[in-house]
């Protein structure tokens, strides 16, 4: 029996006939996902949000802002320049995305904002402190290093960020060029958001000189003169926001939904804060707090 919905396998049957389908583990969304083996030969991924098919959808107006933004990322390289290649792609959404997002319809849309961030700091005390941690919930004072954290990082220069601009949502062409996926989160954002992401990725190991390589390049890409050292600063407080934020993420996947597989990127990311917090200022307090709160055992 098929797990589509009639709607869909309708319209699919249509424009494929003959499709065989196996339906695939789903990320950390609601999503569905499928592959189609097309009788021509090939394969199809089918992502399905289970939303009525009304019109236009929002991923398609991303996808026409990205398209316009950078087009195809070119095939030159050998495998070993992927990550390079990956920063050079951060660099394009944060310049040329930024000024086709700017023109687009989606000029005044959503934004991670001090909203959105304190709403993923509440989540992450609630379903890793206490849901996966077990442990009691923070003192006021560590929310309180949770919000300014949240609100700091909220206020830095926006452009167009991917959101979630990972190792898992990079997918390599056979002719080596790169394109992105899971692109329906994109919006405003902190200008290191998305090199963040993908220089502190939860799912990949990376040595510390490759990360500072990495950024330097990134930072060389920018346009204009941007302060460096305040770039720096930014880059640190925006990657340990977003592995907060992940750290909330995995929690509820484990211990509320039963997701065993992320289970597996929590020491790693703790491990990262646990060693970058002390080593900036600015993060020292914050680390004593998480460490208070039970957060690095």
Known sequence: MSDLRPELERGLER??????LESLTGDASTRRFHRLYLPEGGTRI???????????????????????????ADGSGAAGALYRKAVDLAA??????????????????????????????RFF????????????????ATVRRLEEL????AS????????????RNIMVRGDGSLAMVDIQDARWGPDTYD?????????????????????????????????????????????????????????????RLGR???????PRTLERLDRTLPAHAATRPLHAALTGAAVFG
């Open 195 to 255: 090199v963040a992401s993908l220089l502190r990725d939860a799912y990949v190991d990376l040595d510390e000189s490759d990360v500072r390589e990495a950024f330097e390049r990134y930072m060389r890409l920018l346009s204009g003169s941007p302060d460096v050292d305040k770039l720096r600063d930014r880059f640190h407080l925006a990657a340990t926001q977003r592995m907060i934020k992940a750290l909330g993420t995995f929690g509820y996947q484990v211990a």
């Open 15 to 20: 424009i494929h006939a003959g499709f065989r």
């Open 125 to 140: 005390t609630e379903h890793f402190v206490e849901g996966f941690l077990g442990a009691p919930a923070p003192a006021p």
């Open 260 to 266: 065993e597989r992320y289970r597996d990127a929590i």
């Open 156 to 167: 830095h220069p926006r452009v167009m960020c991917h959101r979630d601009f990972h190792s």
């Open 46 to 72: 089918v992502m399905d949000y289970g939303a009525p098919f009304e019109g236009e959808t929002d991923d398609v107006r991303l996808a026409r802002i990205f398209e316009h933004a950078i087009g195809r």
């Open 150 to 153: 949240a609100d700091e990082v």
């Open 92 to 121: 394009e959404i944060a310049i040329r995305g930024t000024r086709s997002l700017s023109e687009s319809s989606r000029a005044e849309g959503p934004a991670l904002d001090a909203e959105r961030f304190r709403f993923e700091m």
